[in-house]
């Protein structure tokens, strides 16, 4: 089993079906050498992993900062943008594929997907807005 040293926490207020904010940390197991018993078998730290490792605190959470700014720098673009980019990313984009729709199977392109969060897709000659959970991908 893989033991990690890092773990990422996330921890989100809703209001309604909106997320009303959220908090993201990462705790990073430095020098921990004892764990509790419940995750010792799971967890670790950069020491157990290398106990020859000299660390300097400091330094270690500067450059830790400094990657998480030069990541956070990459994140600052605009809605319209993001959308862009997620819609590059999009499985199956533009290729045709075979899907369940509305109880018929169709041969179906996806085109994108919309801000709405609608999945705008080619069924049968016809765009369609579709929202995700009612269009099933066949493999």
């Known amino acids: 089993m893989v033991k990690s040293w890092v773990v990422f926490l996330l921890k989100m207020q809703l209001a309604g ?17 004892n764990f509790p018993d419940t995750i010792h078998h799971k967890v670790t730290s950069l020491m157990l992993e290398n ?13 830790i900062q400094g990657g998480l700014k030069r990541y956070l720098q990459r994140l600052e673009i605009s809605r319209n943008e993001m959308l862009e980019l997620y819609n590059r990313r999009l499985f199956l984009r533009d290729t045709e594929a075979d899907f369940l729709y509305e109880g018929k199977r169709m041969k179906g392109v996806i085109r994108r997907v919309e801000e709405d969060g609608l999945l705008q897709i080619l069924l049968e000659g016809q765009l369609k807005k579709v929202d995700l959970k009612g ?5």
């Open 17 to 33: 079906k909106y997320i009303k904010h959220s908090i993201i940390g990462i705790g990073i197991n430095v020098f921990q050498k």
């Open 51 to 63: 106990p020859n490792l000299k660390v300097d605190f400091v330094d270690f959470i500067v450059k």
């Open 135 to 139: 269009i099933v991908y066949i493999l």
